[in-house]
């Protein structure tokens, strides 16, 4: 039996184009597993964030409270220290921030509204709040207060960060009342 020519024999193979298909499939399926894992971690970030954000403002809606219940076992104006005149830190019209761990009191953010200084937090404790050596996060805490009418008050905290270019606020509102 004789073997056929050498220009009759057919290669055995991938051809150029199939090799280009199957490298170009494989590159999309990477880069689609890349974005995926990206806006999982995005997401995940983001809504660690706003958690964070949720608790640092109802840690303020606390603190609130815990100088009026003060000042009425105190037997003082229910808003002393908090917006009963105009030098109080959180009269209608001024910004202020309350330090938990610190302070029984609110503080007058000195720059202004919308110009409260960043929270800090406690490498070791994980608490929040101004302490100058704790480190530096990106939330910063604000709060006003509005006069409702003599026996109400209405209690709004901010909580703005940053992550990038990317701007994110949370903000609450409730009404405390003189009991």
């Given at each position: 039996m004789s073997k056929p020519p050498k220009h009759m024999i057919k290669a055995k193979g991938f051809t150029l184009v199939e090799s280009l298909v199957a490298v170009s499939m494989l590159v999309l399926a990477i880069i689609g597993a890349?974005?995926?894992?990206?806006t999982t971690l995005s997401s995940?970030?983001?809504s660690k964030d706003q958690v964070i954000a949720f608790y640092l403002a109802q840690e303020g809606f606390e603190q609130v409270r815990n100088i009026r219940d003060a000042n009425n076992l105190k037997g003082q104006n229910w808003?002393?220290?908090?917006a009963a005149q105009a030098g109080d830190?959180?009269?209608p019209g001024k910004a202020c921030t309350v330090d938990p761990v610190f302070s029984?009191?609110?503080i007058n953010c000195p720059s202004g509204p919308d110009h409260c200084p960043n929270l800090r937090q406690d490498p070791v404790t994980g608490f929040y709040g101004y302490n100058a050596p704790w480190t530096e996060t990106v939330f910063r805490r604000?709060?006003?207060?509005?006069t409702v009418n003599s026996n109400e008050v209405?209690?709004?905290v901010t909580v703005d960060w940053s992550k990038g270019v990317v701007a994110r606020q949370f903000r609450a509102r409730?009404?405390?009342?003189n009991w």
């Amino acid at each position: 039996m004789s073997k056929p020519p050498k220009h009759m024999i057919k290669a055995k193979g991938f051809t150029l184009v199939e090799s280009l298909v199957a490298v170009s499939m494989l590159v999309l399926a990477i880069i689609g597993a890349t974005q995926v894992s990206q806006t999982t971690l995005s997401s995940y970030i983001f809504s660690k964030d706003q958690v964070i954000a949720f608790y640092l403002a109802q840690e303020g809606f606390e603190q609130v409270r815990n100088i009026r219940d003060a000042n009425n076992l105190k037997g003082q104006n229910w808003l002393t220290g908090i917006a009963a005149q105009a030098g109080d830190p959180c009269f209608p019209g001024k910004a202020c921030t309350v330090d938990p761990v610190f302070s029984s009191e609110a503080i007058n953010c000195p720059s202004g509204p919308d110009h409260c200084p960043n929270l800090r937090q406690d490498p070791v404790t994980g608490f929040y709040g101004y302490n100058a050596p704790w480190t530096e996060t990106v939330f910063r805490r604000e709060i006003r207060v509005s006069t409702v009418n003599s026996n109400e008050v209405s209690i709004t905290v901010t909580v703005d960060w940053s992550k990038g270019v990317v701007a994110r606020q949370f903000r609450a509102r409730e009404n405390l009342l003189n009991w």
